[in-house]
Each structure stands twice: as structure tokens, then as C-alpha cells.
């Protein structure tokens, strides 16, 4: 499937990361339409934006991104987490989710995205 | 083993003791007492005999005396002369009026009666009997009683007879009175419970040293009668019992009784046996008595040293005086060492244990032991402690002890236990739970110990443990996980800021030697930023020396650089962003702008605005003296990052390209420091 045009919401509280993150999304073909770098912002912005996919920072400046993930969930927008953490850091009810592991290079990335994008066209 | 014998008491021995020894004793009394009586028996039968033969020896000297008597009168030539009146006064004068003298021929006819004048004679002998025995016997006659012709009373004749050429021609008898035998009962001078009787041949009482009046001329009982000769027999006489003795006379078929009552002797009997008795009785008392006081001052130390003895084993205080009995008091020594020894040694015991529980209290573990088949744990007081509990919880079962783990962990550490007990694995276990306290506290616990079996059957006998409370260790434990997750989750995100680092770089530098450059600038502002969290044990960094390390590699000595602002802490996660993005500035000034000239000036000041749980602070960025400014004419990395990390920090910053030098305002917020 193509990933050209598709809308992704990042939760990411490392300023580089996020650039470098919303970079390689760009690359990737990706449209990224909000980003949010603590968690208030976050849910917020989860409440409101229309995407397609999203990729979540576990911790958020020491605070869990579970809030986020079961707003998204809620709203059926498929997402990725990322997180320094191994993935005993995964909120229990997110266990099944892809789980990027810092650092990680674009192609694991890409791999997950498409991964959780094909799953929720499936379900769909 | 052989069943033990009955045991009794030492008095009860003693007692045996005594009547062993006093039996043999009483029975010697009683056979003594026995023989005096038969000895007194003895001599009063012998006193009856001798009474007996002395009034048998009496009776016939007194016939002696009246054959004497008549023999001589026999020779009196008056009677061979037949001059009858001359015969009669000459016999009436020898006689001297003890008794009369009667001459009867051979025909029975009375020749010559003293008792009449002469010539008053009856005609015919008024005793033809003893005529008829005179004439059968030819000795002298002593008469059974018989009605005198002339007297009219009973007499009785002693008789002797007179020859003539070998012929009987006469019988001469002397004529006497019951009166002249009694005075020969009396002549025995006997007290007067003797009874003497004289009866004759027709069993008739002559005489009698009682009653004699009354049983004059009466039949003598049959009994008395019929008793042999010369022997002691007993029998009744005038209502009591005697002892009898019969005896007869040399010249008579008389025969004369003694007779002696036999309640002498009974009474004797009596008197020895109720002697024997009280004896018996008195001993037996003594003994029982005695035996009894002895037996008390023996068993009474005894008793003492038995109650020590049980006090030594109960290891209760006991006190012990000497006895008087050398056995008794080698066991009163013995149980004094004893006591001493065990004194000595629970000393060394206690001593031991108190050790053991300052140990205890000092380690903090508890100790419990659990009997299996008892199902009683008992746990000491430090194990108290951790449960919370009072001493009233010292024993409980096993389950009252699971009550107080953890309902979490309470049917895992169950099972395991039981595990344990079933057995298996040596016995040796470790466990971790957790407990609720009484407290309702949780804590931690390590619980080591031992299972100890029967050796045959293998069965679970005892559990020894100690309980150690491991919350702090656990916390600390927990504390060590939580810092090592960090630390992967620091390098990681510190590695993934290091990626991004040089994928930025590299996006915005073609020539290798200037990527590596700006790279290795980059990640030497990340490594100082670094530094600076560190000296503060990651907890944060001061403002001002966040910006002098940002500054640090570009400032040159005829730079004028100001940095100016009140202290203030930033979190480590900002103190990174800040970093870079002062990094950023500073690189675009060195390049562009105030650092870039020898005499450029860059002031940084900042001011801060207390908001109680953050703090507000507003930092000025402001270059002078540089060469002419030139407003970017696209967005590059570096203002992407001021925005993005101003985002980050919860502020915002403005960039303003005026013509003195580039001003940056940058306004975000901290949480207030704690320290």
C-alpha cells in the first residue's frame, strides 16, 4: 500500500527526535499534522485531529502516553509506540501493539507503520 | 523385666521391720506367761496333793492312836479276868472322854458300853457290820457311820479284835463322833477356800471343813465319789470348779477330798492372757507409733529431696536442710551439685540465648518453630515485631500464620510451604512474601529455614526459621531496577538524540569535513550538557551555567560577553534542549553574527517570574556589534529547533533580525526547583 498522503500524529518529548521523526515521515511520503511534545498537548490534540496513524513516545517527560493511546483507540486510529523502555514499559492493555525501540532507523519505522496501517484496513 | 513388687512407704517397712522383730517377742511373752501359769497350775495341784496326803497321814495316825489305845486296854487283865465293871471304869478312864469304848462278844451281844453307866448297856452290838469284817479280816476295823444304840447320833467305831487261843472272843471298839474328824480337818490350818470332805465306805459324809452340819450323813456327789486316787481332777463342787484330789486312808475304806476352786487359776489364765494381750497391743501401738515417727523423720527429708528433685527438673529455686540421716543428705549433696551445675549451666544458657537475641534483635530476624504434629508455631518476640503483633500471638496454627501473608501472595506461599513440609528437597528453604501487619502495614519478608524429618519415615517433625524483615532491601532492590531501566532509557533516548543529531547534521551539510564539524560541536554541547546534569546527580542544572557551557567553545578573548540572571534550576530534559538549542544560537553567531567579529558583544540576561509550582523565566538573547545582519531567507535547522524546543519547554521563542545583531526572546517554564 502506499503511504503517500497519509496523516500521522506524533507524541514525541525530545525536540530532536521529533524533527528527526517528522523528517523521515516527510520522506516517507507521510503528512504530519500535529505533534505534540508533553502529554496535555497530546491529548488535546488526539481528541481533535483527523489522521491515520499515529506514532506515541511511551514516556512522555516522565509521564505514560496511555492516555493518548486509549483516546486513540477510542477514535480507531491505528498507532505505533516508541520508547526507550524495553517492552515491559507497554501500558498492559497496549501489549499487542508494535513497539519501536530507541534508537531506531527509519526502515523499522516504515516496517511498523505499514504494519499497524494494514492491520486497521483489515479490520476496517 | 520381671513386674516390680508392691511398694509401700518406709513406715509401712518400718512396721514390718518391727513386728518381725517384736512378733518372735510376744510369742516368748505369751509362752512365759503361758508356762507361769501352768507352773502356779503345777504347785497348786501339788499343794492339793500335799494338803491331800498330810490329812491322809493325819486320819491314820489318828486311828493309830485309837488302836494304840485299844490295844492296850485288850491287854488289861480285867478283861481277861472278865471282871466287866472293873474293864468298864479303867476303859472309861483311858479314855479320858475322847470317845467311848464298847466290848461286844463274838455273838454281837454288848458286854461293856462306856458310853452308859455299867450294866446300861444295850443288849446287841448296834455295828454288826464291822463284826462281820472283824471276823472276815482279822485286823482292826475303822467303821463306815451308823446310828449309835446309845449315843442316838451317828458315830462311827475304830475296832480292833481280842483272841483267845486263836479264837475271836470279843471285839473292842471305840465309839466316835463326827465332831472328833472335823477337829482334824481343822487341824490342817488351811484358808478357808480349801474344802476337805471325808466320806466313808458307803459314800456318806462323815466330816467336812464346810457346811458340815448341814451335810453331815449325806450322800457325797457321785463324781467325787467315782474320782480315782492320788490325781488332780477337776470338777464342780457347791457351784464352782475345783481341782480334786482323792486319797484313802491305810486303815479305813474311807476316803477324804481337797478340793481347791480352780478361779485361781482361771483367773491367773485371764489375768495372763489379758497381760499378753495388753502387751500385744501396747507393742503394736509402740511399733506402729515409733515406726510411723520414724518413718516420718526418714521420708519426711525425702519428701524434701523428692520435691527438690522435681523443682531441679522444673528449674525452680528450692531450698534443702540437712537431715540425720547420712543417705538422705548424700542425696541432698548430690541434688545441691546438681542444682549448682544446673544453675552453672543455664547461666552459660542464658547467657547463650540473650546473646542469640541481641544477635536477633540486632539482625532484626525473627525466629519461629513449627510442631508438625501439634500444628503450633511459637515465634519470638523480634518475629512479633514484624508481624505487629502482640504476645498473645506467640503460638497459632498454620493457618493463622498464612492470615497474615499477603492475600496476593498467600496461596503461592501456602503451597509452597506445603511443598516444603510433603518434603523432597533436603528440607532447606528460602521464601520471599509479603505480609500484612497487623497494621495493616505490607512489608516484605525473607523466610528461611529448616525442615526436620523423622529419620525412618521421613516424615516432617519440626520447622526451624527465621523471618527477616526485607522491605528496605526489596525498596532498594526496586530502587536499583528502576535506576538501571533509567539509565537504558537515558542511553537509549541519549543515543536516539545522538541518531537524530547527525541525521539532521548530515540533511543539512554536503562536505564530509564540515559535517563533521558542526557533528562533533553538536554532540560536544550535548556532551557538556551531560556533564553539568551529572554533577548534580541528573536532578538538574543552574541556568547561568547551562549557558556558559553552550557559549563555551565560541567565546574568544576579545569577545564581550554578558551573562546576567537571577539562579535558577532547569530539569535535566530541558537542560538537553536548552543546551542544543543555546548551541544552535551560539554557532549561528560565531558564524554570522556578534562572535563572529573580534569586537562583537552578546548579552544574555534572563529574568524569572515565580508562579509557586513553576517558574516563569524570560531569556534574552541580544548581539551587538556584529557584521550586518541578514535575515535567513528559509527556515534552517536551527530555528526549527528553537521553535521545537521552545515547544518542548512549554514557552516560545521570537527571533528578531535587527539591525545591531540578531534577538532572540526565548519565555518557558520550570517546575520549581525543589533544592
Known amino acids: 500500500m502506499s503511504l503517500a498522503g497519509m496523516r500521522v500524529f506524533i507524541v514525541e518529548d525530545e525536540t530532536m527526535i521529533l524533527i528527526v521523526l517528522e523528517d523521515s515521515l516527510a520522506t516517507m511520503g507521510f503528512e504530519v499534522v500535529a505533534s ?18 499515529a506514532v506515541l513516545d511511551i514516556n512522555i517527560a516522565g509521564r505514560s502516553v496511555e492516555p493518548v493511546a486509549n483516546l486513540l483507540e477510542s477514535r480507531g486510529i491505528p498507532f505505533v509506540f516508541a520508547s526507550g523502555y524495553g517492552r515491559a514499559a507497554l501500558p498492559v492493555r497496549h501489549g499487542g501493539r508494535p513497539l519501536l525501540t530507541k534508537p531506531y532507523n527509519a526502515e523499522a519505522l516504515r516496517a511498523a507503520l505499514l504494519k499497524v496501517l494494514a492491520k486497521s484496513e483489515a479490520d476496517a | 523385666m520381671a513386674a516390680p513388687k508392691r511398694a509401700h512407704s518406709a513406715s509401712v517397712h518400718l512396721i514390718y521391720l518391727a513386728l518381725i522383730v517384736a512378733g518372735p517377742l510376744l510369742l516368748l511373752v505369751g509362752a512365759l506367761l503361758w508356762r507361769s501359769v501352768a507352773l502356779e497350775r503345777g504347785q497348786l495341784e501339788r499343794r492339793v496333793l500335799q ?33 466287866w465293871p472293873a474293864f468298864h471304869a479303867q476303859a472309861r478312864e483311858g479314855l479320858q472322854g475322847k470317845g467311848y469304848l464298847v466290848l461286844v462278844d463274838a455273838a454281837g451281844r454288848q458286854l461293856v458300853n462306856t458310853y452308859l453307866p455299867y450294866g446300861a448297856a444295850p443288849a446287841l452290838t448296834g455295828d454288826p457290820e464291822t463284826l462281820r469284817r472283824v471276823r472276815e479280816t482279822g485286823r482292826p476295823v475303822v467303821s463306815d457311820l451308823f446310828i449309835s444304840l446309845a449315843t442316838r447320833q451317828p458315830v462311827y467305831n ?30 490342817q490350818s488351811l484358808d478357808p477356800r480349801w474344802t476337805l470332805t471325808i466320806w466313808d465306805g458307803n459314800g456318806r459324809i462323815l466330816s467336812r471343813s464346810r457346811d458340815q452340819g448341814r451335810l453331815l450323813g449325806t450322800a457325797v456327789p457321785g463324781d467325787l465319789r467315782a474320782s480315782p486316787l492320788g490325781r488332780i481332777t477337776r470338777l464342780a463342787l457347791d457351784g464352782e470348779d475345783n481341782f480334786v484330789a482323792v486319797g484313802q486312808g491305810e486303815w479305813s475304806n474311807w476316803r477324804a477330798a481337797v478340793a481347791f476352786p480352780a478361779s485361781l487359776i482361771d483367773s491367773q489364765v485371764q489375768e495372763s492372757l489379758l497381760l499378753w494381750g495388753l502387751t500385744i497391743v501396747l507393742v503394736a501401738g509402740l511399733v506402729v507409733v515409733f515406726a510411723w515417727l520414724f518413718g516420718r ?5 525425702l519428701r524434701a529431696a523428692t520435691a527438690a528433685a522435681g523443682a531441679l527438673g522444673r528449674g525452680e529455686p528450692f531450698e534443702l536442710r540437712e537431715s540425720r540421716i547420712v543417705e538422705v543428705n548424700a542425696v541432698i549433696a548430690a541434688l545441691l551439685r546438681a542444682q549448682r551445675e544446673v544453675e552453672q549451666s543455664s547461666a552459660a544458657l542464658r547467657r547463650s540465648e540473650e546473646q542469640l537475641r541481641t544477635a536477633a534483635e540486632a539482625a532484626e530476624f525473627g525466629a519461629h518453630h513449627y510442631d508438625v504434629a501439634a500444628d503450633r508455631t511459637e515465634r519470638s518476640p523480634q518475629f512479633l515485631k514484624i508481624l505487629g503483633a502482640t504476645s498473645g500471638d506467640q503460638t497459632a496454627t498454620f493457618d493463622a500464620g498464612m492470615g497474615y501473608v499477603h492475600p496476593d501472595d498467600r496461596e503461592a506461599t501456602r503451597r509452597r510451604k506445603q511443598e516444603i513440609l510433603a518434603g523432597g528437597d533436603g528440607g532447606r528453604y528460602q521464601l520471599e512474601y ?19 524429618r523423622d529419620p525412618s519415615s521421613g516424615r516432617a517433625l519440626q520447622v526451624v526459621g527465621v523471618v527477616l524483615d526485607i522491605t528496605d532491601l526489596k525498596a532498594a532492590e526496586q530502587r536499583h531496577r528502576l535506576l538501571l531501566d533509567e539509565l537504558n532509557h537515558r542511553v537509549k533516548n541519549t543515543l536516539a538524540i545522538v541518531q537524530a543529531l547527525a541525521q539532521q547534521t548530515l540533511r543539512n551539510t554536503a562536505d564530509p569535513d564540515a559535517f563533521a564539524a558542526a557533528f562533533e560541536a553538536r554532540l560536544g554541547s550535548l556532551a557538556r550538557a551531560h556533564d553539568l546534569l551529572t554533577r548534580d546527580s541528573w536532578r538538574g542544572a543552574p541556568l547561568g551555567e547551562v549557558v556558559s557551557a553552550a557559549l563555551a567553545p565560541f567565546v574568544a578573548a576579545d569577545h564581550r560577553v554578558s551573562i546576567a540572571g537571577p539562579a535558577v534550576t532547569i530539569p535535566p530534559t530541558a537542560t538537553v534542549t536548552l543546551s542544543l538549542m543555546l548551541h544552535e544560537l551560539a554557532t549561528n553567531a560565531a558564524k554570522y553574527g556578534a562572535l563572529a567579529e573580534s569586537m562583537g558583544a552578546l548579552d544574555i540576561s534572563w529574568t524569572i517570574a515565580d508562579n509557586g509550582a513553576t517558574v516563569e523565566i524570560h531569556l534574552c538573547w541580544l548581539e551587538r556589534d556584529g557584521p550586518a545582519v541578514v535575515p535567513p531567507t528559509r527556515q534552517g535547522f536551527g530555528s526549527r529547533l528553537l521553535a521545537t524546543g521552545a515547544r518542548q519547554l512549554g514557552g516560545q521563542v521570537e ?17 520549581t526547583s525543589s533544592g
Open chain 2, 158 to 187: 475304830v475296832s480292833i479284835p481280842v483272841r483267845r487261843d486263836g479264837t475271836l472272843r470279843y471285839v473292842v471298839s471305840i465309839g466316835l463322833t463326827p465332831a472328833d474328824l472335823h477337829a482334824i480337818l481343822e487341824g
Open chain 2, 51 to 83: 494338803v491331800l496326803e498330810a490329812l491322809v497321814a493325819d486320819l491314820d495316825r489318828d486311828v493309830d492312836r485309837r488302836l494304840t489305845i485299844l490295844q492296850t486296854l485288850a491287854t488289861s487283865p480285867s478283861l481277861a479276868a472278865e471282871d
Open chain 2, 434 to 452: 509479603r505480609i500484612r501487619r497487623t497494621d495493616g502495614v505490607v512489608r516484605w519478608v525473607l523466610d528461611r529455614g529448616q525442615v526436620m
Open chain 2, 655 to 671: 527571533l528578531t533580525y535587527e539591525a545591531t545583531g540578531l534577538r532572540c526572546a526565548l519565555r518557558f517554564i520550570v517546575p
Open chain 2, 297 to 301: 523423720a526418714l521420708t519426711s527429708p
Open chain 1, 36 to 53: 505534540a511534545l508533553e502529554l496535555d498537548e497530546a491529548l488535546a490534540k488526539a481528541a481533535q485531529i483527523t489522521c491515520d496513524v
